[in-house]
């Protein structure tokens, strides 16, 4: 999972809370994204930031925010307005300005489970 | 928009066989391909990619993947499967906008047995 760190693990949260994923990385990267993935639905996109305090919205980006404070830092809220929120998600970071073909880097994931 | 097609959910391949994990994908321009592979509540990890070049891309673990203009596809493939293959496997394509998306393919469940 390369220099990219999730916490927690494992998240359990009530229904009617918000939650904060982490997800910090110090392979000095440009850019980093959240992706939600579902059983047999692969992965989709969050939220993606290419620089400090930019970001933009990707596919399903309702009912969640980011912040992009610092370049190696890229928290996910998780907040009431999810309808679903149960499920597995990763945080990506991707070295390189827009337009390089370089790959993503994965952490190793946080499940979030609504009590 | 952009588009990724894994035909398999789940391939069944006997140890020591060569296996081949399907992929065709939708794009416009050229297409910036990704395989991945994930194990069980783990991350991704990265296997290969084809920018350009050479149609066959050699990655890690001794996987390979063909890239192929007039099919649309990149199959991923080995040439002998070890049980410690079997995972989850992606097969992404780049988004040809800012941002360097990716979209993925909703993933094929590889087992290879004994």
């Known amino acids: 999972d390369g220099g990219i760190t999730q916490s927690p693990k494992y998240l359990f949260r009530k229904e009617g809370q918000n939650v904060t994923l982490s997800c910090e990385q110090n392979?000095?990267?440009?850019?980093m994204y959240w992706y939600r993935q579902d059983p047999g639905q692969g992965l989709r996109l969050i939220y993606y930031s290419q620089i400090v305090n930019d970001f933009q919205k990707g596919d399903i980006a309702e009912g969640y925010s980011v912040s992009r404070e610092k370049k190696e830092s890229f928290p996910l809220t998780v907040t009431s307005a999810q309808k679903n929120p149960t499920a597995f998600y990763l945080c990506?970071?991707?070295?390189?300005?827009?337009?390089?073909?370089?790959?993503?880097?994965f952490g190793p994931g946080t499940r979030l489970t609504v009590l | 928009a952009q588009s990724v097609a894994q035909p398999e959910d789940q391939v069944n391949v006997a140890e020591g066989n060569p296996l081949t994990v399907k992929c065709t994908y939708s794009?416009?321009?050229?297409?910036?391909l990704f395989w991945y592979v994930q194990y069980p509540n783990r991350g991704l990890q990265f296997l290969l990619k084809?920018?350009?070049?050479?149609?066959l891309v050699k990655g890690s673990y001794g996987f390979e993947a063909e890239f192929n203009k007039s099919q649309t596809s990149f199959h991923l493939k080995k040439p002998s499967a070890l049980v410690s293959d079997s995972a989850l496997y992606f097969c992404a394509v780049r988004s040809t906008g800012g941002g360097n998306k990716l979209t993925f393919g909703t993933g094929t469940q590889l087992k290879v047995e004994l």
């Open positions: 990506a970071s991707r070295a390189g300005a827009s337009g390089y073909n370089n790959e993503q880097f």
């Open positions: 794009v416009s321009g050229n297409p910036y």
């Open positions: 084809y920018i350009t070049g050479d149609n």
């Open positions: 392979l000095n990267h440009d850019a």
